[in-house]
């Protein structure tokens, strides 16, 4: 449990708590001593988990349900921790979606929500949040993104480009907030169990060197409270990412193209 203690006593906001990855940071905070607050759409499934990490670690719990495609759901979470008098320390921005398919026939409303849910609602509840932190001189934020932000991945386009908004967005303001004692990292989890492939309608078969929702989180965390900038979870993955970093972009897509595309496709 390596540096995960850096936040016992203190607040955790954890988005997307209810499943896969947030669930685990929540598990992973709480046996660290943290209090938390934990937010996504399915509250039962939150309750449940405040119940359970409430009896096994004694931490302080709270729970909103909130639909973050909803452009007013960041300000609704920050007026609730605001009413309790909550002091969040750590922002976990770990809720995110996805699709899979051909855009030209996607979902218009899915892909806006891919973009509202990944990247707006990261950058409206980090500008909430990171004043405070500043003025205290006190804070730390994680913004998961994914293996998906290092090249353009077809057939998940919305997808790749709005979580490589998350890694430049998180790595700029890390750099520009190191200077108040604030931390900022991205973690790039490679292919995770959890509800987030079967959400998102990815096929099984593409879905390959999973690594489990626990070991991610902790890898996040621990580079979080290292001072990393960014981090990639898996050295699988880690690799994956440096050879394509020396091949012309053009066909890493193509590769990207061929691993992703549709069986059914002619
Ligand atoms: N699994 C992977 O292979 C993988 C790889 C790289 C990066 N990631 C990233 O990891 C993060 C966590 O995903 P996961 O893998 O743990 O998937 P997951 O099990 O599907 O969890 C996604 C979480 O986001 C919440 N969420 C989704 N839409 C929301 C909305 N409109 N408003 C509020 N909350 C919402 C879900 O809660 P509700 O449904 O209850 O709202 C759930 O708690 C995401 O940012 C994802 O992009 C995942």
């Known amino acids: 449990m390596a540096n995960l203690d850096s936040w016992r006593g203190k607040w955790a906001l954890v988005s ?33 988990l405040r119940r359970k990490l409430r009896s096994a670690h004694g931490v302080e719990i709270e729970v909103l349900a909130a639909d973050l495609a909803e452009s007013g759901a960041p300000q609704e979470i920050f007026a609730f921790t605001e009413k309790r008098g909550i002091t969040v ?7 995110g979606v996805g699709s899979y398919g051909e855009f030209r026939s996607s979902n218009v409303e899915c ?20 004043p405070g932190m500043v003025e205290r001189r006190l804070g730390d934020i994680l913004i998961v993104s994914s293996t998906a932000a290092y090249q353009a991945v077809p057939y998940m386009a919305t997808y790749a480009a709005s979580k490589a908004f998350d890694l430049l967005f998180a790595e700029a303001l890390a750099r520009e907030v190191e200077r108040y004692g604030i931390r900022v990292c991205a973690l790039c989890p490679g292919p995770t169990a959890s509800e987030f492939q079967k959400a998102a309608g990815v096929p099984d078969e593409i879905v390959v060197n999973v690594e489990p929702a626990d070991h991610v989180a902790r890898v996040g965390l621990r580079a979080l409270a290292a001072g990393e900038h960014s981090v990639i979870s898996g050295f699988t993955n880690w690799v994956g990412v440096e050879v394509q970093r020396i091949a012309p972009r053009r066909l890493v897509t193509s590769a990207a193209e061929i691993l992703f595309r549709p069986r059914q496709r002619g």
């Open 16 to 48: 997307g708590a209810s499943s896969g990855i947030g669930e685990a940071f929540a598990e992973e905070l709480a046996a660290g001593g943290a209090h938390l607050v934990l937010t996504a759409r399915r509250r039962q499934r939150l309750t449940k």
């Open 111 to 130: 892909e806006l929500g891919i973009v509202q849910v990944n990247c707006s609602a990261v950058v409206h509840l980090t500008r909430l949040y990171l």
């Open 89 to 95: 320390d750590l922002l976990v921005n770990n809720a």
